[in-house]
């Protein structure tokens, strides 16, 4: 328990800090990204709509993504959604 604990805080500490988080939710805009643009050209008779299911600390990102998403004032580094949140 000791160990999942101390690795789980750590995660959480990482993604605090400023420059770690814009590196992550750069990262994960480009995938999301990357994978809506395949997915719409694979399937092009598709809706568009877009689900992100996340767990955890995956959820906070996801939250943060969406919010800077909205607010591109925010995180200039961070690549704009190319589905609408």
């Known amino acids: 328990i000791k160990t999942v604990m101390k690795d789980v805080v750590s995660d959480v500490l990482f993604y605090a ?3 770690h988080r814009d590196r ?10 990357s ?11 598709s809706s568009g709509n877009l689900h992100i299911i996340a767990h955890s ?3 906070v990102v ?3 993504l ?4 909205k607010t591109p004032s925010i995180t200039a580094d961070i690549p704009k959604l190319e589905c609408e949140p």
């Open 17 to 19: 800090e400023s420059a």
């Open 24 to 33: 992550i939710l750069a990262s994960v805009a480009t995938q999301i990204n």
């Open 35 to 45: 994978f809506y643009e395949e997915f719409t050209r694979k399937y092009p008779a």
């Open 57 to 59: 600390l995956g959820g």
């Open 62 to 64: 996801a939250y943060d």
């Open 66 to 69: 969406l919010c800077a998403s």
